[in-house]
């Protein structure tokens, strides 16, 4: 019972568009939904940063470029999996985290396959990065798309190969960050 309640309060049925007008079909309520975040995130301002980049110097050395691009090795696959949280995004097979650390030994060379087959190509990771987006309602009974909180549903796939890449770059960041900087690095205190 609760839980049909929860839905009816949480069903997006109709939404005020910046006309003043109140959208209640589907395909309406999505169109009043993108363009207000398309508005909200747009940049009006080109920026040319050619200039401020040449002022960069490279700080990466070949050693860490190199450790940063080997290839996907199925230890780094199982870490991930481990350090993922067990209830969080489903796989695109509908399985939480859990389920892949419960079950390793035997789904361990599907997950590395698909981890390989991402890490291969940049292409393949574009259709697998498509995420959900909720949109949380952030006052009771609201009416306008800035009441609302859009959160990302990244899924499970993604999320192994993006704790691989951020594993890889905690032996590089502490070098890379200023001392002063006591923000993401493990054992600097604040």
């Not at 361990?108 to 292409?123: D, H, L, Q, R």
Request: charged share 25%; glycine share 6%; hydrophobic share 40%.
């Amino acid at each position: 019972m609760s839980t049909a309640i929860r839905r009816n309060r949480n069903r997006l049925s109709r939404i005020l568009g910046d006309d003043g007008v109140l959208y209640d079909k589907q395909e309406d309520i999505e169109k009043v939904f993108n363009d207000y975040f398309v508005k909200l995130f747009a940049s009006n301002d080109g920026r040319l940063w050619h200039g401020v980049l040449d002022c960069i110097h490279p700080v990466v050395n070949d050693d860490w470029n190199r450790d940063l691009c080997r290839p996907i090795e199925i230890e780094d696959v199982k870490d991930a999996v481990i350090q993922l949280g067990s209830l969080k995004a489903h796989g695109a097979y509908g399985f939480s985290s859990l389920f892949n650390q419960k079950y390793w030994e035997e789904i361990k060379n599907v997950i590395f396959g698909t981890a390989m087959s991402y890490s291969e190509s940049w292409a393949a990771v574009q259709g697998f990065n498509h995420t959900n987006i909720a949109m949380i309602p952030k006052v009771l009974d609201p009416d306008l798309p800035s009441q609302y909180r859009p959160i990302s549903l990244c899924n499970n796939a993604y999320k192994i190969l993006s704790k691989i890449l951020a594993n890889r770059l905690k032996g590089v960041l502490p070098h890379l960050i200023s001392h002063q900087r006591n923000v993401f690095i493990p054992g600097r205190q604040i």
